[in-house]
């Protein structure tokens, strides 16, 4: 029987912006004696923390097997990524769309039963890290990464060899082997990943960080990156709104009443003193836009327009009171509050309709907006279908939330593809 190699990757991305300007660096590292057989870095572009991660892993990897490639290999992979290496470990469902297709890359390249992995603090990831950095600081002189002028095995951490986990490999792997596998594999490798062994250069540069601190606490989500935040404003008072009026995109499109305009104005003070929100979007309805002016007015900020955040489309509802669709369409009513698929009477649309739209949108701007403070002003439904979709509750649950004119409820949104309602119908600013 063969013998197994043993090795170490470690691996870690950034990007400045998230997203923004992204690099990656791997490491490969003979396990036995803790010496760093290949380097790989590379700009990629705009992109954010989550796919450079994803990339360094992959370059990681590869240069793993074009080290090797006639070899059993027993491969830890240590990263200071929580999302990946659990997502990797199969303890974590990767829901969202650019993780999907860059953890199959990763999966492929070497037998799953022979990769292991590990997270680590990020103290511990210095080389990969610094790695990372190099190549982001490449791309912003508009060139790339150069192993020749690699300085990050210098602010790497001593390392011991790692305990034996089954039958030792050929510990004696020389620069040299290692080099000519990595010149051999380098015009077949289909990544666009830059690979060379390291060179021990000896000027260190100034260390510059990848991502910004971690949050902490209970409720932190520490390696997922910033997340899209939306605030979620209903817009303020309508004439319609205190007699509980069916207002929806089908109706007359009311602009807002006094009431209304004075609760707009104490939302845009709110935002004003919070400094928080970067972005506005809103409903293309009137009153969605003239609550969200009065807020960008104040914050200095342009209005976006998002169809997807308009009010569902209440047919021949519009403009009737509950107790009025009750006596009129009785039968349509109680099968609408029972089936999401069920329309309003005249052709309006279903819960599930809309709920369709609404997501669209919520993806929309979630890769529009990842990592910043987003302020959508829509209306009743959109924002307790957002809630519910991040809950992954029932349609029915809607008609278990409150939700008052001016209120602020928010979601946050990682790039993993999960979701954190952080509030709901928050009334307070009001007051």
């Known amino acids: 029987m063969s013998a197994v190699r043993r090795l170490v990757v470690e691996a870690d991305g950034g990007s400045r912006g998230n997203p923004g300007p992204a690099g990656y660096g791997a490491v490969v590292i003979d396990a036995a004696t803790g010496?760093?057989?290949?380097?790989?870095?590379?700009?990629?572009?705009?992109?954010?923390?989550?796919?450079?991660?994803y990339r360094g892993l992959i370059a990681g990897l590869t240069a793993a097997k074009a080290l090797f490639p006639d070899e059993a290999l027993d491969v830890r992979v240590r990263m200071d990524s929580k999302l990946v290496v659990e997502q990797m470990s199969g303890r974590w469902k990767i829901k969202h769309p650019d993780m999907k297709p860059l953890a199959a890359r990763a999966t492929?390249?070497?037998?799953?039963?022979?990769?292991?992995?590990?997270?680590?603090?990020?103290?511990?990831?210095?080389?990969?890290?610094?790695?990372?950095?190099?190549?982001?600081?490449?791309?912003?002189?508009?060139?790339?990464?150069?192993?020749?002028?690699?300085?990050?095995?210098?602010?790497?951490?001593?390392?011991?060899?790692?305990?034996d986990r089954g039958p030792p490999g050929d510990?004696?792997?020389?620069?040299?082997?290692?080099?000519?596998?990595?010149?051999?594999?380098?015009?077949?490798?289909?990544?666009?990943?830059?690979?060379?062994?390291n060179t021990g250069a000896s000027e260190e540069p100034e260390p510059t960080d990848v991502t910004a601190a971690p949050q902490v606490g209970w409720a932190a989500a520490p390696d997922l990156g910033a997340p899209a935040t939306f605030v979620l404003l209903r817009h303020g008072e309508t004439l319609l709104t205190p007699e509980k009026r069916f207002s929806g995109s089908?109706?007359?499109?009311?602009?807002?009443?006094?009431?209304?305009?004075?609760?707009?104005?104490?939302?845009?003070?709110?935002?004003?003193?919070?400094?928080?929100?970067?972005?506005?979007?809103?409903?293309?309805?009137?009153?969605?836009?003239?609550?969200?002016?009065?807020?960008a007015d104040r914050l200095g900020l342009d209005v976006r327009i998002e169809d997807g955040l308009r009010e569902t489309d209440f047919g021949a509802w519009e403009g009737l009171t509950f107790g009025e669709v009750r006596e009129r369409y009785g039968d349509d009513l109680t099968t609408w509050l029972a089936d999401p698929e069920t329309a309003p009477t005249g052709g309006g649309?279903?819960?599930?309709?809309?709920?369709?739209?609404?997501?669209?949108?919520?993806?929309?701007?979630?890769?529009?907006?990842?990592?910043?403070?987003?302020?959508?002003?829509?209306?009743?439904?959109?924002?307790?279908?957002?809630?519910?979709?991040?809950?992954?509750?029932?349609?029915?649950?809607?008609?278990?939330?409150?939700?008052?004119a001016a209120s602020i409820?928010?979601?946050?949104?990682?790039?993993?593809?999960?979701?954190?309602?952080?509030l709901l119908n928050d009334t307070s600013h009001l007051r």
């Open 35 to 53: 010496e760093t057989l290949a380097e790989a870095a590379e700009y990629i572009g705009v992109a954010t923390n989550n796919v450079a991660e």
């Open 108 to 163: 492929a390249i070497l037998p799953p039963s022979s990769v292991t992995y590990e997270w680590i603090p990020r103290a511990q990831n210095k080389h990969a890290d610094r790695l990372a950095n190099e190549a982001m600081d490449a791309g912003r002189d508009g060139r790339q990464w150069e192993a020749s002028a690699s300085t990050a095995e210098l602010d790497a951490p001593a390392r011991t060899p790692l305990p």
């Open 171 to 197: 510990a004696a792997v020389g620069a040299a082997k290692a080099r000519a596998a990595l010149a051999a594999a380098r015009g077949a490798a289909d990544t666009g990943t830059l690979f060379e062994v």
């Open 250 to 295: 089908g109706g007359t499109d009311p602009e807002l009443s006094a009431i209304g305009r004075d609760q707009a104005a104490r939302a845009a003070a709110h935002f004003a003193a919070l400094g928080t929100v970067q972005e506005i979007v809103s409903s293309p309805l009137r009153r969605c836009r003239e609550t969200a002016a009065a807020v």
């Open 349 to 404: 649309e279903s819960f599930a309709e809309v709920a369709e739209r609404v997501a669209a949108a919520r993806d929309r701007l979630t890769a529009r907006y990842a990592g910043r403070t987003v302020l959508l002003v829509t209306h009743v439904t959109p924002i307790k279908t957002l809630v519910r979709l991040a809950l992954e509750a029932p349609a029915k649950a809607m008609f278990r939330m409150e939700l008052s």
């Open 409 to 422: 409820s928010t979601v946050a949104y990682y790039g993993d593809g999960n979701a954190s309602v952080r």
